[in-house]
């Protein structure tokens, strides 16, 4: 899959300055620190994977299926980020938001790139026609990515892992009245995981407020799904679920941001 953008995307954004047309910097600095902010740019999205799966009968009422993945994934982002100081109306001086550029352009360029295998292992065991024992376990992967917009320390971000855990049952039920009654319980245990943070900028910085990606967390969830469904008489079908959830963030990193 590959996604190319067919034109730029941005945006002019006022920061503690009143404007009544940001595009031509008409507008007025009550504070003395305001800006305006300038960030377009485009975002590519390459990504393949070669998968197979395969189910095995071990006995008449014993099944196992293997899965394996192997994914590709590179982001990459070409940017311009400037900010423009307003000392009077109609007038932008610009200097270059994230300092690694230079005027005029102010470009940045990022790009990641990850790559990771993931699996499933299942066991299905059907005792009886109409009830089914199962078991998986599971890997799953999310890519790595750019936020042209954080500080450049914070721009790009690694991969996200998870580790899942089902088990449950699923049975039906057949005669004057009819239905179905299934129950599973799952754990799922994350590392690297992807966090939104906020960046705002130190006083007397007169940039705006940004939003990037960090691998910061750590986390688990588990839980029980139950759910039933019972046909009193045709045409008439009466559903019931529950669900418990129990989750936990079990760490987040410390974030040391840039002095400037």
Known sequence: ENVEPLSTVGSQTPVLIDCTNADTFNCINPLGIGSLN???????????????QTTYRLMDALKLTEGIRYTWDQTHNNSELRTYAVPSPGVGVPFCTNPTSTLPACGV???E????PTWLLGLDYQPIEDMLVYGKYSRGYRAGGVSAQ???????????????????IKTSFHGAVSGTFNVAAF????????????????????????????NAGKS??????????????????????YTYLDTRIQEVTTVQTPAT
């Open 38 to 52: 300038y960030s377009a740019g485009k975002t590519y999205f390459n990504n393949a994977g070669l998968y197979e």
């Open 109 to 111: 360029r990022f790009r």
């Open 113 to 116: 790139t990850s790559s990771a």
């Open 150 to 168: 954080a500080p450049s320390e914070f721009a790009v971000y690694q991969p996200e892992k998870v580790d899942t855990y089902e088990a449950g």
């Open 187 to 214: 754990y799922n245990n994350f590392r690297d995981q992807q966090l939104q943070l906020n960046f705002n900028p130190k006083p007397g910085q007169a940039v705006s407020p940004a939003s990037g990606i960090l």
């Open 220 to 241: 688990r969830i588990y839980g029980l799904e139950v759910d039933s469904s019972v046909n009193l008489f045709e045409g008439f079908t009466l559903s019931a679920s």
